[in-house]
């Protein structure tokens, strides 16, 4: 398939949709405008030393970001040559998609189908290199919801249209028989839902002053929600789809092919910085929190609680957790792009509803999507540098079946 090269338009019409609009406008559409008015050059190869090029990582508040912000706050992308700035913060999906596409950061974390939205129905030239982690979102309510019912004739909040949590979200109203609405109201006569997208910040204050009555969103922000006593969390994401990615790490696909170096020191620092923060979890939380290096906003009991609570003894019983056979945590890392992910989800994708032209999903073979969207080369040296599949968990290899049980 040939991608569509869809106008600048209609990337900001979507973005208007999701809440952001005009507010991303000043300032991204320069190409190369750095915060403070400076001038940012795309990095280059060095003619030699152990330098593989400048490094600029675009990132949003959340735990999923953990191994880009950790590799940066232990010195991971200097040890591998790279002249890496210290990461910067972005408040939206959009926002942060604008500047990738703006050239202004080389490397991001992204929801995966907003990766495949990019790719094929906007043309961007770009290549997903590596998962950023698995698990780590929640479908969070007030406390008066019991389950999914209680949904019915209100209103939920996704982050983006094309993410894993609509896509899961999504999943579970169809088995329970509850219907999906992107525009209108919902009405409990013809059991729907109305989904709104939101900036994953916005949330919380949200499900608080009753605006809507749940949202699924990444970590920390569920967790923000319980240590508050806003609302809790009704059931895990990682929970319905076994170990699933939502963010993945992309790069300019000029600069994977022109620049291997480059490429495979973000993929192993990304790596590297995931096994550290699998062994040092509590460490991690207090590094990324304020109390350590400050990359993320929200207070240390949310994001420790993010990176390390996952109680069967409490989410069991509420339902929270239907499968604790599945032995997962409430958030894990490891870098490999399974195929067999990317298929389904791009199968899932089209029986996904969301606002704007979704011509390109109809075209889209999900057989064939991964080879063009994903360069798995970098993930697996990797992880054969630092001690092969089992050293992340992977106890069959660089292999997989799809478990999706809503």
């Known amino acids: 398939m040939t991608p569509r090269h869809h106008s600048r338009r209609e990337f900001l019409r979507l973005a208007g949709r999701a809440g952001l609009g005009a507010s991303l406008v000043p300032g991204l559409l320069a190409a190369c405008a750095a915060p403070g008015g400076a001038t940012r050059r795309p990095a280059t190869d060095p003619s030699g030393g152990g330098d593989v090029g400048a490094l600029r990582i675009g990132y949003l508040p959340i735990t999923d970001a953990a191994p880009l912000l950790l590799a940066h706050a232990r010195g991971i992308y200097a040890e591998l040559g790279l002249q890496a700035e210290r990461p910067t913060l972005f ?219 996952y109680d069967h003894g409490e989410y069991v019983g509420t339902g929270a957790i239907e499968h604790a056979d599945w032995e997962t945590e409430r958030i894990g890392f490891q870098p490999f792009p399974f195929p067999t992910y990317t298929t389904e989800l791009v199968r899932l994708l089209k029986e996904t509803s969301v606002e704007g032209e979704t011509g390109f999903l109809d075209e889209l073979n999900p057989a064939t999507a991964h080879a063009q969207l994903v360069d798995d080369s970098f993930a697996r040296q990797a992880i054969s540098d630092l001690g092969g599949p089992a050293a992340f968990g992977l106890t069959d290899g660089l292999s997989r079946t799809e478990q999706i049980e809503a």
Not at 95 to 124: K, S, T
Not at 194 to 218: E, F, H, Q, R, T
Not at 233 to 256: I, N, P, Q, S
Request: glycine share 8%.
């Open 91 to 309: 408040r939206g999906w959009s926002q942060l998609a604008e500047a990738f596409q703006a050239r202004q950061v080389d490397a991001v974390h992204i929801l995966m189908p907003m990766a495949i939205w990019l790719r094929f129905a906007q043309g961007f030239p770009l290549k997903l290199v590596a998962w950023d982690h698995t698990g780590g979102s929640a479908l969070t309510v007030g406390d008066k919801v019991g389950g999914l019912e209680d949904l019915v004739g209100q209103t939920v909040a996704v982050p983006f249209w094309y993410s894993i949590h609509n896509v899961v979200l999504q999943l579970l109203f169809r088995e329970a028989g509850i219907t999906a609405l992107t525009e209108g109201e919902p009405s409990t006569a013809d059991r729907s839902v109305k989904l709104v997208v939101m900036a994953p910040p916005d949330m919380p204050p949200a499900l608080a002053n009753g605006s809507i009555v749940g949202y699924i969103v990444a970590d920390p922000f569920n967790a923000v929600a319980e240590v508050n006593g806003i609302g809790k969390v009704l059931r895990f994401t990682g929970d319905v789809w076994h170990e699933h990615a939502c963010c993945v790490v992309v790069m300019h696909e000029d600069d994977v092919r022109d620049r291997p170096q480059f490429a495979q020191a973000v993929v192993s620092s990304v790596a590297s910085a995931q096994l550290w923060a699998v062994a040092n979890r509590g460490e991690a939380a207090r590094v990324l929190s304020a109390d350590g290096e400050n990359y993320l906003p929200q207070p240390l009991p949310a994001i420790e609680r993010a990176l390390t609570h």
